[in-house]
């Protein structure tokens, strides 16, 4: 299947700095990319969809000034976190949907867990 | 909004025996997606269903799409060590992302 992958794979940060994530589609041309947030035991939360070259589409209660998010081309979209705080500790996963083949399906990378002190 | 609603949040089975989740979206869906997620690990495509009262199986898995485009359910028959995991439902309209549900986690003992 296709293969989306994510770096880094964890992150440590102090509070107060930011951090990017990145989310690449390696064997196929995504033209939306999907950002989710999971917390301990919980489910995938879609925080926000991104369509390349064009902005990213935000689901309501989160900020986009502080999760920024850059379509920029067919394989590649970043997640920024600015200004983190340890609230924001979690895993954050992209998932990627291809412009043909199987549809609606959505490809997930490996995720990225973030935590800041 | 779409809200997809997943139960039992927690299932505990001997191995041998037969495991069940349930999804209810409440909303009519265009297509309903399974995903396995291992501890530690990133959600797995299982399956899509699009039309309405598909059944699909995969091996010892059994997929179910409601009449009414809104309701799913995934059996295990047999289970095993290895099915492990939270199962996840996810559920979209037409061209929207996915909304997931809470997940099952399914533990199994030998």
């Known amino acids: 299947g296709a293969v989306v992958s994510q770096h880094p794979s964890w992150v440590i940060c102090k509070s107060g700095t930011s951090v990017k994530i990145e989310c690449r589609s390696l064997?196929?041309?995504?033209?939306?990319m999907f950002w989710y947030r999971q917390f301990p035991k919980q489910s995938l939360m879609l925080m926000a969809t991104?369509?390349?070259?064009?902005?990213?589409?935000?689901e309501q209660g989160v900020e986009k000034d502080k999760f920024l998010i850059n379509h920029a081309s067919l394989t590649l979209s970043t997640l920024t976190v600015t200004s983190a705080h340890p609230e924001d500790s979690s895993f954050y996963i992209c998932?990627?949907?291809?412009?043909?083949?199987?549809?609606?399906?959505?490809?997930f990378g490996p995720g990225t867990r973030l935590t800041v002190l | 909004g779409q809200q997809v609603m997943q139960i039992p949040q927690y299932q505990h089975v001997q191995e041998g025996e037969d495991f069940t989740t349930y999804c209810n979206s409440s909303?009519?869906?265009?297509?309903i997606q399974w995903y396995k997620q291992r501890p530690g690990g990133h959600p797995v495509f299982l399956i899509q269903?699009?039309?309405?009262?598909e059944v699909k199986k995969q091996k010892r898995l059994t997929f179910q799409f409601g009449e009414a485009k809104k309701n799913s359910s995934l059996h295990i028959t047999a289970t095993q060590t290895t099915d492990v995991g939270t199962y996840f439902c996810?559920?979209?309209?037409?061209?929207?992302?996915?909304?997931f549900g809470k997940g099952t986690t399914l533990s199994v003992s030998s």
């Open positions: 998932s990627a949907r291809g412009t043909s083949g199987s549809g609606n399906e959505q490809f």
């Open positions: 991104s369509n390349e070259g064009s902005k990213a589409t935000y």
């Open positions: 909303t009519t869906l265009s297509n």
């Open positions: 996810a559920g979209a309209q037409a061209g929207t992302a996915l909304i």
């Open positions: 064997d196929f041309q995504a033209t939306t």
């Open positions: 269903l699009v039309k309405s009262g």
